[in-house]
Structures are given as structure tokens and as C-alpha cells.
Nanobody
Framework: QAQLVESGGGLVQAGDSLRLSCAASGRTISTYHMAWSRQAPGKGREFVSGLKWSGYSTVYADSVKGRFTISRDNAKNTVYLQMNNLKPEDTAVYYC????????????????WGQGTQVTVSS
């Protein structure tokens, strides 16, 4: 079972960038499909981005397409979410997720989750 720990969140201004990290332990992530989702205050969880185990396929929510990039470093057993041109509506707790079998845009189909990291974007 993969254990996931997110880091890199913080308070930034609109237009700034942040890079979130998701470090895995217990299992190597090289055979897992990875994803990020987020939950804003008072709202439901929302899928943000996914990356196939091979690293060759990605999927993004329309709201972040062109601004966010998901990537992985299998040697470090870590997945990243580079977030550029942040907007106040990106404010949320961001969660990392993994699945051995599912790759796609439905966050609830991922099996393993981290505890989340807070991202706050001020206007």
C-alpha cells in the first residue's frame, strides 16, 4: 500500500507560482497512475490532474489547463504539481492520489490518498 505525503503549499498572491510535491513511501510509484485533486472551502472535492504510470499521458481539469503541469520523478518516488499564474479560485486543500488500475478524471476512483496541503491565493 502506498503512503502519500503532500508538501509545498502556502500563501501566495494572484499570478504567483507554487510547486506541490507528493512523496510516496511503502511502494514505488513507478507502477501507479497518479493524480491531484482539490477541495475549496464549502465545496466538494474536484479533480485537478492525472498522470499515467508510463508518464506519457496526462489529463487536466479545464479550470487549470495551460497553467498547471503534473510530472513525476520515479527515482525520488515523488509526483509534482507545478502551478503557475495562480488565481484566488485555486485556493483549496490539494490532495495527491494513486491507483494501480485507474487513470482518468474521476478522483474517487483513485485508491490511495494523502492528507493534503493548503494552498491559499490572495487577490
Amino acid at each position: 500500500q502506498a503512503q502519500l505525503v503532500e508538501s509545498g503549499g502556502g500563501l501566495v498572491q494572484a499570478g504567483d507560482s507554487l510547486r506541490l510535491s507528493c512523496a510516496a513511501s511503502g511502494r514505488t510509484i513507478s507502477t501507479y497512475h497518479m493524480a491531484w485533486s482539490r477541495q475549496a472551502p464549502g465545496k466538494g472535492r474536484e479533480f485537478v490532474s492525472g498522470l499515467k504510470w508510463s508518464g506519457y499521458s496526462t489529463v487536466y481539469a479545464d479550470s487549470v489547463k495551460g497553467r498547471f503541469t503534473i510530472s513525476r520523478d520515479n527515482a525520488k518516488n515523488t509526483v509534482y504539481l507545478q502551478m503557475n499564474n495562480l488565481k484566488p479560485e485555486d485556493t483549496a486543500v490539494y490532495y495527491c492520489a494513486a491507483s494501480r488500475t485507474y487513470f482518468g478524471g474521476t478522483y474517487s476512483n483513485y485508491n490511495y490518498w494523502g492528507q493534503g496541503t493548503q494552498v491559499t491565493v490572495s487577490s
